[in-house]
Nanobody
């Protein structure tokens, strides 16, 4: 099982980024994929998750700005982030958990290496 998150970078406030989580070794029939983020000095927090049954869970305070989706052609779970703010700066991770999403990082069996997002002018 492998996951790899990529797509991070430096973006100005108000800008957009699209992160991707490439996965292999399992199918989404049995696993959910969640995006988390961790800012310096803070705990890892859930952002959005795609359940194995197709349901999407996104934390309330990010709804309307962050959207999770599946790209079947590329075998990735993407996180579209719009109207970015300085407080969105963090390392973003994707994790896999069977079979449904959880907002608790310790429930996840597998993690990607993380990709850094910096929102700054």
């Amino acid at each position: 099982v492998q996951l790899q998150a990529f797509g991070g970078g430096l973006v100005q406030p108000g800008g957009s980024l699209r992160l991707s989580c490439e996965f292999s070794g399992f199918t989404l029939d049995h696993y959910s994929i969640g995006w988390f983020r961790q800012a310096p000095g803070k705990e890892r927090e859930g952002v959005s998750c795609l359940n194995s049954n197709g349901r999407i869970d996104t934390v309330d305070f990010l709804k309307g700005r962050f959207t999770i989706s599946r790209d079947s052609a590329k075998n990735t779970i993407d996180l579209q982030m719009n109207s970015l703010k300085a407080e969105d700066s963090a390392v973003y991770y994707c994790g896999a958990e069977p079979p449904k999403c959880s907002d608790l990082p310790y429930n996840y069996d597998y993690w990607g290496q993380g990709t850094l997002v910096t929102v700054s002018s």
